[in-house]
């Protein structure tokens, strides 16, 4: 980094300010508290055509604070965590409390379920970067894309750096917290034909910067996805079976968690309220969660309750086995939190796994969508319609690109209809996942 960050002073700073916060406000008639505080380091620097566009170093640190009278909520919060902020933010908090209603469900985790495992889960790798360094990297990256014959010019290379502390801690005497790092490398490109232009990227991204693609590599690829685009066509309008690339498989998986989160249960604003045991998807599909995974992108030991984090399978052979529950939520609907304040963490699949060659076989007719675009996706009816772009599908084999499309359907309806998953694991995210295969849904082309 470009400028010194000691994650463990910062650590040690920031649970002394945590642990001040809980004393004050107990001294000033809190029943309870929870507080969060963090500070996050980073440097980003953007080129184009060449030549450095920006270069942004960030720091980043702020304090929350939630304190109950009783069963009367209130939260403050500030960037500033220094001594006289935290009394502010305290007190700010109480006079809060102290005017709102009293909500049954409202309240600490129950002290019981207070994470008592705390490993290391190898999530924080710093990465001793220039500046200079950096603008290299994005440099030599967009230099790769743009030798590629047939790309026209770019829309910028990116590179960005960062690392932080995270803490988290309660009146049952809890205190969690947690270094963390991520580090990213993309490129997009413009390529140009007789039929217009076109735009496509690339990106890699990891918790350590040793396990980033080369920035050559990246530049290549993105190059490659750019001209591959070039004499798009509208495709047929009809029902048939659509393939969606694994960077946006990943997508279909959070909106069924977000179907299936508490807040959205409790608010009656699902798709999938009271569905616990029903068949979501085929027998062969499950889905869980892996929060202790080593390195893992999510990992962590405590949720934002302070809860232990644990395995939890969501889709079992096909059913729907668990929601997604903050102890809030899990008070509001009756049951017991998940270890979910904050989301799910890590998820995956277990199926089983083709080549997109083998599904592009068994779909033989479609579209391969790889980009989407719009947000026509409706949580409470599961009403799903979105923009699309990919490639025309035929006899099993790609034939063309395909832009200026829309897709549409029902998420339950595609889930049930999914009929294969890909072999092409998408592992730059949270959720890895590869290419899905629905049987059926509405392209609407030319």
Known sequence: ????????????LLETRAEAALALASRLGADACEVGASVDQGVGVNVREGEVETVELSRDQGIAVTVYVGQRKGSASS??????????????????????GEDPASGLAPAELMARELPDLDVHHPWALSTEQAIDIALACEAAGRGMAGIKSSDGAGLSSGEGVRVYANSHGFLGSQRGSRHSLSCMLIAEDEHGMQRDYDYTSARDARDLLAPEAVGESAAQRTLRRLGAQRPATGRMPVLFDPSLASGLVGHLLGAIAGGALYRQSSFLCDRLGDTLFPEWFSLQEKPMLIGGMASSPFDGDGVQTRDNVFVDQGQLVSYLLSAYS?????????????GARNLRLTAPLESQQALLARMDRGVLVTELMGQGVNGVTGDYSRGAAGFWVENGRIQHPVEEFTIAGNLEAMFKGLVGVGDDTDTRGSIHTGSWLIDEMTVAGG
Not at 1 to 12: L, R, Y
């Open 1 to 12: 980094m470009t400028q010194a960050f000691d994650a463990a002073a910062q650590q040690g």
């Open 330 to 342: 899990a008070r509001r609907l009756g049951m017991d939190t998940t270890g979910n304040a904050g």
């Open 79 to 100: 960037t500033d965590a220094s001594e006289a902020s935290i009394k502010d933010v305290v007190e700010k908090a109480l006079a809060i409390a102290r005017h709102t």
